[in-house]
């Protein structure tokens, strides 16, 4: 097996303007921290876009993954060649369909073969599936859940965003993982204790609004080691958990009101919903993850950007590596 690079696509070059950081630059550290990593063995499960396969390209041009694709190979090889796409030293697992690209990426997961999975053109729920399929798949005791890393300009620190994908309507367990699991992202990105606001409409805890029950129990479980390497606070509306003076204006005394480093949501719709209005609004930037397998799994969008693409293969590269680049790590 050839794991030189492929020739990369001059179309694609991380120095065009796309790749300037606009906000504080969390991404250019993670992405030049990462480069000095070994590249991680990453399956591509059902490459099938042109998206998918440009984003498996990049990121091998660019020394952060080997990629291996998985998927119908006479049709991803035709695609690339219909895009120009050299696909030269790059191994390809051969499938027929898309659940079986799932359940061979998982095999190879499960084998070592490789270290992390990127998701290609099938439904996220269809790689989920067999990420969690009881027998074979990459279940641990921690339930899975997805973190978005946000980059806005008008904010003064990376804000990470949990869950706006995979868990719909989750309950108040379900919420301890997605809290841990984000905590120990923020761990491995350089945040040493992340300040966790729990969002909720209110900052008050109200019987007939569950979202805010839950963000009470869950700070409850962090004093009694429940949860563990943050500092929680909720609940806590929007505005308050990331503005310190909407915070003052309502008498929040708070460690994490006005400077939170985690959002946590009350279920995927408000999620969805704050991520795009970020994105759209203020165009900010995002990186997607999910966490609570075995391996780490990167989660892409056609409308991603090659900088957005490149950044979520990072948190999956990072996510593979026993010690967090001194690039990364903030001052004690």
């Known amino acids: 097996m050839n794991d030189t690079p492929p020739p990369r696509r001059d179309e694609l070059s991380v120095t065009d303007a796309s790749m300037h950081p606009r906000g504080h630059g969390c991404y250019s550290r993670l992405l030049a921290a990462c480069k000095r990593l070994p590249p991680a063995r990453m399956a591509v499960v059902h490459p099938c876009s042109a998206e998918s396969l440009d984003a498996t390209i990049e990121a091998s041009y660019e020394r952060l993954i080997v990629p291996v694709l998985v998927g119908p190979e006479q049709r991803i090889r035709a695609l690339a060649s219909e895009h120009s796409i050299d696909l030269a030293g790059i191994e390809i697992v051969g499938t027929e369909y898309s659940h079986a690209s799932a359940d061979a990426a998982v095999a190879l997961a499960r084998s070592g073969h490789v270290t992390a999975l990127m998701k290609g053109s099938l439904h996220t729920d269809e790689l989920l599936h067999a990420v969690l399929a009881k027998d074979s798949g990459l279940r641990t005791e921690r339930r899975l859940s997805h973190v978005f890393v946000m980059d806005i300009s008008t904010y003064p620190r990376p804000l990470m965003i949990t869950d706006a994908v995979v868990n719909i309507y989750p309950k108040l367990a379900e919420k301890r993982d997605i809290v841990q699991n984000a905590i120990n992202l923020a761990h491995r990105i350089g945040i040493r204790e992340p300040r966790v606001a729990i969002l909720s409409a209110v900052e008050t805890v109200n019987p007939e609004m569950v979202s805010t029950i839950d963000a009470a129990a869950l700070c409850k479980m962090a004093e009694r080691g429940q949860i563990t390497g943050g500092k929680l606070d909720g609940p806590l509306a929007f505005d308050n958990a990331i503005d310190a003076r909407a915070a003052q204006i309502k008498g929040i005394v708070s460690e994490v009101a006005g400077r939170a480093d985690i959002l ?58 026993p010690q967090v680049p001194n690039e990364l790590a903030t001052p004690s």
């Open 264 to 321: 946590v949501v009350p279920d995927v719709e408000a999620g969805n919903m704050l991520v795009k209005q970020l994105t759209f609004l203020a165009d900010a930037d995002s990186a997607g993850i999910v966490l609570g397998a075995r391996v780490p799994i990167v989660l892409t969008s056609r409308a991603d950007s090659v900088r957005n693409r490149l950044a979520s293969v990072a948190l999956g590269v990072l996510l593979t590596q």
